[in-house]
């Protein structure tokens, strides 16, 4: 009798719970954390898992990539740094911006406006906390000793002893989406060399620094005593980490992007770390920063989060000469790989990067994906994790990378083209395997540079087929000129309707100087 009791009440319990989990509402799905890692100056050719001739160690990130999705056919929107922030950040083509050409300094007025959308404003709708840690390079508001002291049209119209470090920085990350922020203005070889968080200056400049040598130069500028030229990567890997580890234990969703400033000079392995890649200091280097990928992705691991992390390799440009380039290749290392050129040329090795994607719950282990994307893609892949409509006027040249993520989904076409930009503003149009560039030259520093005299004989134009010929090696332009003129047509339809995504056309930033490299519209 017993017996039969307890019976009916196991069964009376077991009914109210089917009943009860039928009434339940099914849970949603919780969006991942998202992690940026942007390094500087990284070249297609140095990271193992994307050229199997290199000669720099990566174990680590060649782990990241084995763990995740390879992009073999990513680009950055410019083959320098502040332009192609730009274009991550905001999800539109840097030369839409004031900024044509060229970079900004560390005392650069902010570039991007309060009003424009980035990234972090996306991710901050969707409830995601917002960090920014690391190199800024888009300008920020110094104080001002005299407010009046602003001479010029330009961004950097001030002397270093116009600027109250004593005040507080306006326009600063905090501005534009960010809850935390933490880094410093420019490149780590521009001053001042002083932190800012969260739009305070973390230590008054107190000294003045200079660095002379061949690889570890940076320029003399005001340096605050807390700001060490050789720990600041290891510094912002490490907050990077203290941040992964204290937003895993809360219960929303973050946005991490960490803007590695390095390898760009100066480049500065540690004791511990040099001369363990046989090359130069560059390789050193990138054998450290290798190891702190590792570190931040054993961090998530360890937190528990890593089934429901997107994590994003990638870099802002090529790799650049002052690493030491043409020391490398005669030890076999070549930083491009198969591709022309580096830093700041509108060939493939300006702005052709690695690019790794690793979400364990969205994307397969160890797949590759070989459709062409660019930086600005991230934009439109942050409002499609969490089911937000960009507007009219936001990233408008973001195509989203989700259904690339699914192996699964065939994606024959992916984005239309893809615009490319070097420094000096020269601009290539990319669509499927034909790039037809809009200069004799370079448009950088590689050879042919811009107004070298040798350029006077060559055509106005380039067009190349990347399929047959990754190394832009023959110039197909007279045997194609249906081509030539179709993607002509294109460029200049993504140019004057301000947007290169379907939808309303938008204004592009207009600036007092002269926009370079952009006759071709007016022929």
């Known amino acids: 009798m017993i017996m039969n009791r307890i019976l009916c009440l196991i069964s009376f319990l077991l009914v109210l719970m089917i009943v009860s989990s039928c009434q339940e509402e099914p849970t949603a799905k919780k969006q991942p954390n998202v992690i940026i890692i942007l390094a500087d100056d990284l070249g297609y050719g140095d990271i193992g898992a994307f050229n199997p001739e290199s000669k720099i ?29 730009y274009g991550l950040l905001t999800g539109r083509y840097n030369w839409r911006s004031r900024l044509k050409s060229g970079v900004l300094t560390g005392k650069s007025k902010a570039l991007i406006e309060k009003e424009r959308t980035t990234i972090a404003d996306v991710l901050k709708k969707g409830g995601y906390h917002t960090a920014f840690i690391g190199k800024w390079h888009l300008g920020w508001n110094w104080g001002l000793k ?18 109250d470090f004593t005040k507080d920085v306006t326009h600063t990350p905090n501005d534009l989406g960010f809850d935390y922020a933490y880094g410093h203005s420019g490149s780590l070889d521009m001053a001042p060399y002083v932190y800012v968080e969260n739009g305070k200056v973390t230590a008054i400049p107190d000294t003045v620094t200079v660095n002379t040598g061949k ?26 980490i203290q941040y992964i580890k204290d937003q895993s234990q809360t219960a929303n969703p973050f946005f991490l992007y960490l803007a590695l400033p390095s390898p760009h000079t100066p480049i500065l392995p540690p004791a511990d770390w040099q001369g363990k890649s046989g090359l130069v200091p560059y390789g050193d280097f990138m054998m450290m920063i290798d ?17 429901n992390t997107l994590v994003i390799f990638t870099s802002d440009n090529g790799g650049s000469p002052a690493a030491g380039l043409d020391v490398m290749q005669k030890s076999g290392h070549f930083s491009s790989h198969i591709y022309r050129g580096h830093k700041a040329d509108i060939y493939e090795g300006g702005h052709r990067v690695p690019f790794i994607a690793k979400w364990p719950a969205e994307i ?18 942050a409002a499609d994790i969490i089911d937000y409509e960009l507007g009219e006027n936001e990233g408008e040249d973001s195509y989203s990378l989700m259904s690339l993520f699914d192996v699964q989904n065939e994606v024959q076409t992916f984005r239309e083209a893809t615009v490319h930009h070097s420094i000096d503003g020269s601009f290539a149009i990319r669509q499927g395997d034909w790039k037809l560039i809009m200069a004799k030259g370079s448009g950088g520093w590689s050879f042919p ?14 067009l190349y087929n990347l399929a047959s010929d990754p190394g832009e090696s023959e110039n197909l332009q007279d045997q194609y000129p249906e081509k030539v003129s179709d993607l002509k047509k294109l460029l200049i339809k993504y140019i004057q309707e301000g947007r290169s995504t379907p939808g309303l056309p938008q204004s592009n930033d207009e600036y007092s100087a002269p926009w370079p490299q952009i006759s071709f519209i007016e022929e």
């Not at 407010?147 to 270093?160: C, K, Q, T, V, Y």
Request: charged residues 30%; proline residues 8%.
């Open 146 to 163: 005299e407010e009046d002291s602003l001479r010029g049209e330009g961004w950097d119209a001030r002397d270093f002893d116009q600027l």
């Open 449 to 462: 540079k811009p107004g070298d005299p040798f350029e006077e004989g060559l055509p106005e134009v380039q």
């Open 291 to 307: 190891d702190y990928v590792g570190q931040v992705n054993e961090a998530i691991k360890k937190a528990g989060i890593e089934d």
């Open 215 to 240: 690889y570890s130069w940076w320029r003399e500028g005001p340096t605050s005593p807390d700001f060490d030229h050789e720990q600041v990567t290891p510094n912002f890997f490490e907050r990077s």
């Open 364 to 381: 397969q282990a160890g797949s590759t994906r070989t459709q062409t994307i660019c930086l600005t893609d991230l934009m439109a892949t």
């Open 57 to 85: 160690p990566t174990p680590h990130i060649d782990q990241l990539a084995q763990e995740g999705m390879r992009f073999t056919d990513a680009h950055t929107p410019s083959a320098v740094c502040t332009p192609t922030r």
